[in-house]
């Protein structure tokens, strides 16, 4: 058990590190082109590009790395497992070309600034979508390889979140209570950086897995915000949060009621 506990953290230092320079580079990238115009987005573009694809497949190696580690640990008999990076990376991680994903902070940038913001601010609100998008493609590159790495793994037959680092959001906690079938992919939010696992189990244990800690959960946002509802906390968390289906990136976590921007809520300036 130790041994796996020092691999999971060994993993999950690994992957943070990949976050981090990558992360670092692409917002060094946008704060140092100085302008933000049409004429700026390709060279934008062709300066980050390669460096989130790298990122992405660094996540996606070290994770069926990781996976390929767990499997042996409980059966040191397992055969190579194989996967094609290809499948969980790039275009494969929303079937959208990244130039059209990665042109969408500039668009923020346009739209802010046709509502008449300041260029500070139009530009800070393009960094923040562009962190977003980023965050969202290398955990994108985890949870793909999860799937399609764990499909080759019989002995699993479940996949849990894990928390990670000082904070996590209310919807990952709640989440983190809950067991995912192999075959699905593990539900997100833009920015998320849970650790996925694999779980070994003679029989379903339903779909709450820590229904203490899901209760400590709803005891918590009751306190900041005076209520909550707790009729729900022991199968159907629905009502708490939901797992809604995004165009791109797949399930997606969220509250009741939130909707994914579409064709025709966009506004940009002529």
């Known amino acids: 058990?130790?041994?796996?506990?020092?691999?999971?953290?060994?993993?999950?230092?690994?992957?943070?590190?990949?976050?981090?320079?990558?992360?670092?580079?692409?917002?060094?990238?946008?704060?140092?082109?100085g302008s933000w115009r049409d004429a700026d987005v390709r060279t934008f573009q062709r300066q980050t590009l390669p460096i989130i694809l790298a990122g992405e497949r660094r996540v996606a190696n070290l994770t069926a790395s990781y996976l390929d580690q767990l499997n042996r640990a409980s059966n040191p008999r397992a055969r190579n497992i194989a996967f094609d990076v290809d499948a969980v990376t790039g275009k494969a991680l929303r079937g959208v070309d990244p130039t059209e994903v990665y042109e969408r902070p500039f668009k923020e940038v346009w739209t802010a600034l046709s509502n008449g913001e300041a260029l500070d601010a139009a530009v800070a609100r393009g960094a923040h979508r562009l962190e977003t998008i980023a965050k969202t493609d290398l955990q994108l590159a985890r949870t793909h390889t999860v799937?399609?790495?764990?499909?080759?793994?019989?002995?699993?037959?479940?996949?849990?979140?894990?928390?990670?680092?000082?904070?996590?959001?209310?919807?990952c906690m709640i989440a983190s209570t809950q067991r995912y079938h192999k075959r699905d992919l593990a539900p997100i939010h833009p920015g998320c950086d849970c650790l996925v696992k694999t779980v070994t189990a003679d029989y379903d244990p339903g779909q709450v897995i820590d229904e203490e800690f899901l209760n400590r959960v709803h005891d918590a946002v009751e306190s900041a915000l005076g209520e909550f509802d707790r009729g729900g906390r022991a199968v159907d968390y629905r009502k708490i949060i939901v797992s809604r289906e995004h165009g791109e990136i797949g399930p997606v976590l969220g509250y009741r009621g939130q909707r994914f921007t579409g064709p025709d809520d966009i506004n940009l300036p002529t």
């Open 147 to 171: 799937r399609e790495v764990a499909a080759d793994m019989p002995r699993f037959t479940y996949t849990v979140r894990e928390l990670q680092g000082e904070y996590d959001c209310a919807l």
């Open 1 to 33: 058990m130790m041994a796996l506990s020092r691999l999971d953290r060994q993993y999950g230092a690994a992957v943070r590190s990949v976050w981090t320079n990558v992360l670092g580079r692409v917002n060094r990238s946008w704060s140092g082109l």
